[in-house]
Nanobody
Framework: QVQLVESGGGLVQAGGSLRLSCTASGRTFSSYVVGWFRQAPGKEREFVAAISWSTGSTYYANSVKGRFTSSRDNAKNTVYLQMNSLKPEDTAVYYC????????????????WGQGTEVTVSS
């Protein structure tokens, strides 16, 4: 199974930007869809964005549309999440996960979670 490592989180002021990275080890993403999820303290893990490795097609939660962009780098075996116009509501630990089969926004349908990277947005 593909193992993932997330990085790029940090502390940023509202309106600022961050770029998160999700790097695979063991083997390439191949035909996987790679999803981004986030979890704030006391809340359930929620879907943020996803990208098809093979086609580049992207999907976004309504809360981040127009602000976040997911992309991929085949040579580096890495998926990125560019986060612009950040809001305090974006504060959470962000995770990535690969998935085969049909697309889903339910965290329980995904697997191979990384350690997560924390994003904190201050006012």
């Amino acid at each position: 199974q593909v193992q993932l490592v997330e990085s790029g989180g940090g502390l940023v002021q509202a309106g600022g930007s961050l770029r998160l990275s999700c790097t695979a080890s063991g083997r390439t993403f191949s035909s996987y869809v790679v999803g981004w999820f986030r979890q704030a303290p006391g809340k359930e893990r929620e879907f943020v964005a996803a990208i098809s490795w093979s086609t580049g097609s992207t999907y976004y939660a309504n809360s981040v549309k127009g602000r976040f962009t997911s992309s991929r780098d085949n040579a580096k075996n890495t998926v990125y999440l560019q986060m612009n116009s950040l809001k305090p509501e974006d504060t959470a630990v962000y995770y990535c996960s690969p998935k085969t089969g049909g697309f889903s926004t339910l965290p329980t349908d995904w697997g191979s979670w990384g350690q997560g990277t924390e994003v904190t947005v201050s006012s």
